[in-house]
């Protein structure tokens, strides 16, 4: 399971929420997809784009006093399968080798950042994901960065 967002708080007074989403597959939110939770499972039945959040209405969610118990709660769902992805927990513990073949470091963090999310590596390095042409998930990564870059 992903985690691919959180209930931040009660939204009107029919038992919306107001859903932070963590993940750009807006599908997660389609009438009739469920959501996973620590406290039992969610079918979306309506959801719209509220600024960069989304305004969600839930099966089991009916009333604003249920929504208020639901605040905080993470939302999670099964992976995706769509073999044009790469998805992060894919990335940890793998490890980097540059064109040449040469050993640069491993996978311990990825780190979000505006023009491309970064690999943290474990001697320091920071590789920007567009580098990245081949991943054997948690095991090997291959990528073509300019020269330089690992210096």
Do not use: C
């Not at 980097?96 to 640069?104: N, P, Q, T, Y």
């Amino acid at each position: 399971m992903l985690e691919v967002g959180r209930i931040i708080k009660a939204q009107g007074l029919k038992g919306q929420v107001l859903v932070d989403l963590w993940t750009d597959r807006t599908e997660r939110l389609n009438a009739g997809t469920q959501l996973f939770t620590e406290h039992g499972t969610l079918a979306v039945v309506a959801a719209a784009a509220h600024q960069s959040r989304f305004i969600v209405t839930f099966d089991k969610i009916g009333t604003r006093e249920e929504a208020e118990r639901w605040r905080g709660v993470v939302l999670s769902a099964p992976r995706l399968e769509d073999e044009s992805v790469i998805w992060i927990d894919q990335l940890y513990d793998a490890e980097v080798f540059d064109a040449s073949g040469v050993r640069r470091g491993v996978v311990v963090g990825v780190e979000a950042n505006p023009a491309s999310d970064l690999l943290v590596l474990d001697n320091g390095a920071l590789v920007p994901l567009t580098f990245v042409t081949a991943v054997e998930p948690n095991s090997r990564i291959d990528v073509d960065v300019p020269e330089g870059l690992f210096e």
